[in-house]
């Protein structure tokens, strides 16, 4: 069964290895655009883009999928189906017909909650107590389609967004593999329309929006931390600089929101618009990421003062 797939970050490569290691051939790999990366501005290949090289496989980078020259690349693959996970850019109706079987997507949701781009950091944001993985059959909308199969993850009380891309990694890997065997021996996928009740949108991360508001609730804050790590990751200001938090836990102490109640080895308490919340790990500007018994040996935030 030959499988186009199209993803560029490190979550679509886990499921490219998996799709390769089952047996699966891929004619191409579709991929972002080699972007300028780090201090040097260096252009770099995506996790995607890597994976295929190391396995062999022809790679195309093309800037869209609407003009005639990508369409005609697709169509010259004979795909029976082609596995769409994080690509980055829009397929138009052209392509999603181009395939035997259509599109796949692999989504990191319980579609219909938490449709778009950041589906992971909306979940934790939201206090969902959990998300998971579906296997979604591409129509033109946007990950409208109808469910293949779903696979649920229970969301821990510490997870970061980071561990639970992780977990959901392989989670997509291992259910796109499965559903790719399942249409290799049937030769067809069944697939179950969305609910039209329960539909959220989770919108692109921005760095402004990563920014702590001190009013309110440190549980709120303590979820967004967790959400926005590691990017865009929560800040605040200090010493007219940003200051990222890494890491913190909700206490029951009061004060003005934004005030220093403390900061010592155990913790820099910071009092919220609900209860406080003790930051544990930190990275000041210009320094690297550290745990506060660091932080506090080297440098002191006095109590009083409002962030």
Known sequence: MNVIFAGTPEFAATALKAIAAAGFHIPLVLTQPDRPKGRGMQLQASPVKQAALELGLDVAQPQTLRNEDAQTLLRQQNADVMVVAAYGLILPEAVLSIPKHGCLNI?????????????????????????????????????TGGIIS?????????????????ALAEIGAQAIVADLQQLAQSGCLNATPQSESGVTYAQKLS?????????????????????????PAAWTIWRDAPLKIWQADVINEIGKPGEVLRCDTEGLVIACGEKALRITSLQPAGSKR??????????SIDKGTVL
């Open 107 to 143: 989504h990191a949701s319980l579609l219909p909650r938490w449709r778009g781009a950041a589906p992971i950091q909306r979940a934790i944001e939201a206090g969902d107590s959990e998300t998971g993985i579906c296997i979604m059959r591409m129509d033109a909308g946007l990950d």
């Open 290 to 299: 550290m745990d506060i018994a660091a932080f506090a040996s080297g440098r």
């Open 207 to 231: 760095k402004e929006e990563a920014k702590v508001n001190w009013h309110e609730p440190a549980a709120s804050i303590e979820r967004k931390i967790r959400a926005f790590n590691p990017v």
């Open 150 to 166: 779903e696979h649920k993850y229970t969301i821990k009380s510490t997870d970061t967004a980071n561990e639970v891309h992780n």
